[in-house]
């Protein structure tokens, strides 16, 4: 049974459809490359597997010959030039795969090798989840970066490496497992394997030739490597005394160290860069603006067709005082850091920006930078490992937060500007696209992320920046990765989409609500309550609650000004409280805790009903879960329940701690006697 869990949605299952499927699955697989690092030679046996498994069919590959009543993959190039007719066949871009099943023959064509695998899982997802029928379609990713990050501290070496936030167990690269097939089989192309936390033994020698036996193990599924880089390397790993990016000799240091990574991974796809961030050294660190920090690293990587990720979170957390200054504001920081940057790098930049302008939280309002870089590319960073929101020991399904995030219109010049619409470049016709960035922080266990349901965020993620604004609901998409990872029984399916789409609402009520962020400590490992830590100190994860009122004045007239980085129509809707919403009343306004909300409750009611909704709700979990007991296997549905369990009783330590800490700063009990000296 631990295979369920490695194997995650690409169990294979055998489903009770199998006989009628079997006419449209010849029982030869034509594999147009049989070259064991192509990921059309990976598709081939993807197929060949997925079939026996689902359908309890052999197959045979052949690696010649297109013979039409067998199933044929390969690239669109490779198959024409076997005399195989593309007439018709729809318009592909890069990484775009073509099916058609009939009863006479299967054809899989990818634009290139990586769409051809890609194509291969399609099919076989179709297949798995009972949805097989006669017809052809295309599929073409909405954006060209699809990416996760790893925070591996590859520093720690040895066989048992740590993982920042990473809460499914040690470094995977000392161990072998398919983590390569599991994120080509979502559409990822490209991973950076360390913490953005770098230091500068990332790219030492003995590293780099490590580095590249990762990158063996990724190549046959498509899936290019990239680094992430500690700005001041140069200074320490040479006798150089500086890291200026505009010193001659520090160019030539990088020019020089990508040259040797590339004669080592010659597909290398890139650095991803933190800097001047959390005492993280920078280009500010000289003077030297963002712009010409990352550029030093898009001219080294250019004559090798990489790219840079350079992130937006950069902030200065000694200079923020919260007693002294009601304009200090940590969410300011990454718009005034590239404030008259647009433009100004290279093309092969693309600027990583987090959802929200702080860090991760359950409620953010969509990051005002992506609003002000409309000649550069950007991306989109989520975070699937559940740093503050539960860390995978509480069940918080993430899609209804992506999708609300994505579709959020920002009205950049009073025309319609869905968050989807920058990242993919159409809205600003950009040179180049964007697109998505997840940190995931898979670990040795082997359940990958520490619970069997956090896995559904894994396989939403590669989905959601498949298809961007087209993507299936996140209602539709827990339905199919259910099928896929437990069972086609119709009330296994209806119970995880249940409690999965209840999730994240219920972990909102029983944390943070409107918009006050995850109260979780911020000191100690962003996890359990604490209200009370996130004033006072330099971090700038402010309430600013006291005796009488609560919330962040963010208001161009009387606060810090943030709402004023959006574009005019929302930056008015935020400017006043009328128009602000509910759910981010608190994220903009300073108000008093009996200040009255849209939904006609005070705000410190709401915070008290909500507490006890949402952990009233997480009582309810464990009990539906138990309606699945002999409809999933045994290790698996104990595994899940233990975790619901302990939900529950976390969610009751919230509630009480939270409605606690109001009250005791309020003086104020609640309407309904549950909260207050009785
Ligand atoms: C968060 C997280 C850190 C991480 C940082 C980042 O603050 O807690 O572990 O390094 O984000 O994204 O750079």
New binding site residues.
């Given amino acids: 049974a631990a295979e369920n869990g490695i194997d995650a949605w690409l169990r294979y299952a055998p489903i009770p459809e199998a006989n009628s499927f079997k006419d449209f699955v010849p029982s030869t697989i034509v594999v147009l490359n049989d070259s064991q690092i192509s990921p059309v030679y990976t598709a081939g046996q993807e197929l060949q597997q997925g079939i026996n498994s689902i359908l309890g069919q052999r197959c045979q590959v052949a690696y010649e010959g297109s013979d039409d009543s067998s199933i044929i993959v390969g690239t669109v190039e490779a198959y024409a030039s076997t005399g195989g007719s593309i007439d018709g066949l729809q318009e592909l871009i890069a990484d775009g795969y073509y099916i058609s099943t009939s009863a006479g023959g299967v054809l899989i064509l990818g634009e290139n090798e990586r769409g051809a695998l890609y194509g291969a899982f399609a099919f076989l997802e179709t297949l798995a989840t009972g949805n097989l029928s006669a017809g052809s379609y295309a599929s073409n990713p909405d954006a060209p970066v699809r990416w996760v990050n790893q925070?591996d501290n590859m520093r720690d070496g040895g066989t048992h490496g740590s993982v920042?936030?990473g809460y499914g167990g040690k470094s995977i690269f000392f161990w072998d497992g398919q983590y390569a097939r599991l994120l080509a089989s979502i559409g990822i192309n490209g991973i950076v394997i360390n913490n953005?936390?770098a230091n500068e033994t990332t790219i030492n020698d003995t590293n780099i030739e490590g580095v590249a036996r990762v990158a063996d193990a990724f190549r046959p599924y498509g899936i290019q490597i990239g680094l992430s880089l500690y700005f001041s390397s140069p200074a320490n790993l040479s006798h150089l005394d500086t890291f200026d990016p505009l010193n001659e000799e520090v160019i030539a240091w990088w020019n020089n160290k990508t040259t040797q990574i590339y004669s080592h991974i010659p597909d290398f796809a890139g650095y991803l860069v933190?800097a001047n961030?959390?005492g993280q050294p920078g280009p500010l660190t000289y003077n030297r603006t963002l712009a010409e920090g990352a550029n030093l690293f898009a001219r080294a990587l250019q004559p090798h067709g990489g790219t840079v990720m350079f992130?937006a979170?950069v902030y200065d957390s000694k200079t923020l005082n919260q007693t002294t200054n009601w304009k200090a504001d940590r969410a300011n920081a990454a718009v005034e850091f590239f404030d008259g940057l647009d433009g100004k790098f290279e093309d092969n930049v693309v600027i990583q920006i987090?959802y929200g302008p702080i860090?991760?939280q359950v409620r953010e309002p969509v990051s005002p930078l992506f609003t002000h870089l409309e000649n550069t590319a950007t991306s989109i960073e989520l975070q699937i490992t559940q740093?503050y929101l539960g860390q995978q020991a509480h069940l918080v399904y993430l899609p209804p937060m992506w999708r609300e995030l994505l579709d959020f219109d920002l009205r950049v010049d009073s025309q319609p500007t869905p968050l989807t619409s920058i990242l993919n470049g159409s809205r600003f016709g950009t040179k180049r696209a964007g697109g998505y960035a997840g940190v995931v922080n898979v670990g040795t266990n082997t359940t990958w992320l520490g619970s069997h349901l956090a896995m559904s965020n894994l396989y939403a993620f590669g989905k959601t920046a498949w298809y961007g604004a087209s993507a299936p609901s996140p209602s539709e998409i827990i339905d199919t990765w259910t099928r896929l990872t437990f069972s086609h029984d119709p009330t296994v399916i209806s119970t995880i989409n249940a409690l999965s789409l209840a999730s994240w609402p219920t972990y909102e009520n029983y944390t943070g609500n409107l918009g006050l962020q995850t109260l979780t400590d911020i000191l100690l490992g962003?996890y359990g309550p604490n209200p009370a830590s996130q004033d006072g100190n330099p971090w700038g994860q402010w309430t600013r609650a006291d005796g009488n009122s609560i919330g962040m004045d963010r208001t161009v007239s009387n606060g810090t000004g943030f709402a004023g980085q959006y574009p005019t129509e929302v930056a008015e809707m935020y400017e006043r409280i009328e128009t602000t919403p509910d759910e981010l009343m608190l994220w903009f306004h300073h108000v008093g805790y009996t200040q009255k909300l849209h939904s006609g409750k005070t705000v410190l009611q709401h915070i008290y009903d909500a507490h006890y909704e949402g952990a009233a709700m997480a009582q309810t979990f464990p009990v539906q879960w138990e309606g699945l007991k002999g409809l999933v296997d045994e290790e698996r549905y104990e595994h899940v329940l233990y975790r619901l369990r302990y939900q529950a009783g976390h969610s009751l330590v919230w509630r009480d701690s939270i409605c606690n800490f109001y009250f005791n700063k309020s003086g104020i009990a609640d309407e309904l006697g549950r909260v207050g000296n009785y």
């Fill in positions: 925070w920042e936030r953005v936390n933190k961030s959390e992130r979170f987090k860090d991760f740093e962003h």
